[in-house]
């Protein structure tokens, strides 16, 4: 076998040494990451369906605390017919559901976080958003279309394609407004992902394939808007708020 060859085969045998190290890994990620992904939606007593699916969450620090987007919770509840938030637990067909409340929320990062009243649910270890690549390999889990067909998780992996500043300026300014002027006084970095979310992901956590450590919060709306508000047919690229943004908030609120 001549040189050229032997080098060429090396290579290929390296890479599909690392590709079937990184699939085994995610394999067990998963069995861990799945019990803590939760639906977010409202809960109805008088209500049919008496759950309503609104996006996706995950279960961080003593177990009772569950990291979305704001956006997911931001409707005003009807009180009067005993509308509640809820977080809805994977049992397919028959998800379970559970009243919590809403204790932060952190607007212009577009971040959540709920409590869960009555019990706990296992917590995701929350990593280190700065150490992130661009390049690398990431996976999020959420329910894309919600409830529709059953409460199952979603697992869509993908690599960090850019790492960019949260809004672009605008070379129109009829592209202005109140919202994507506030963001660029106030810039900040997310993750741009090369995988496709949906809306039901908004919510999702962004997490590494190898440690199952959480990086960002998916987000399909907050960041679209700032980000490709100049484009006149926006892209189906999916973003991410760093994690660090998340314990800002629940270190600001003693969580």
Not at 83 to 92: L, T, Y
Not at 99 to 111: F, G, P, Q, T, Y
Request: aromatic share 8%.
């Amino acid at each position: 076998m001549q040189k050229s060859n032997k080098v060429f085969f090396h290579i290929v045998l390296c890479l599909f040494m690392v590709s079937t190290s990184t699939q085994a890994g995610l394999v067990e990620i998963l069995q861990k990451i799945k019990p803590s992904i939760v639906g977010v939606g409202t809960f109805m007593p008088s209500r049919s369906p008496r759950g309503v699916f609104l996006g996706t969450g995950f279960v961080v620090g003593n177990g009772q605390l569950v990291v979305t987007n704001a956006h997911v919770v931001t409707k005003l509840l009807d009180y009067e017919r005993m509308e509640q938030w809820a977080i809805f637990i994977s049992n397919g067909n028959n998800p379970k559901a559970a009243i919590v409340e809403r204790i932060a929320l952190d607007k212009e990062h577009d971040i959540a976080i709920l409590k869960i009243k009555k019990g706990t649910l296992p917590a995701l270890i929350l990593g280190d958003a700065s150490s992130a690549r661009e390049g690398e390999l990431y996976a999020f889990t959420g329910y894309p279309i919600g409830m529709v067909l059953g409460l199952y998780p979603v697992t869509h992996r993908g690599i960090i394609s850019a790492i960019s500043p949260v809004a672009i300026p605008m070379f129109n300014s009829t592209k202005l407004n109140k919202k994507l002027i506030r963001r660029l006084q106030k810039p900040y970095n997310v993750f741009q992902l090369d995988a496709t979310a949906y809306p039901g992901n908004s919510g999702s956590p962004l997490y590494s394939v190898e440690t199952g450590e959480v990086i960002g919060v998916i987000n399909k709306v907050f960041v679209k808007e700032s980000k490709e508000n100049v484009l006149s047919k926006p892209s189906g690229i999916t973003y991410a708020i760093p994690i660090e943004h998340v314990k800002n908030l629940l270190n600001r609120k003693g969580l």
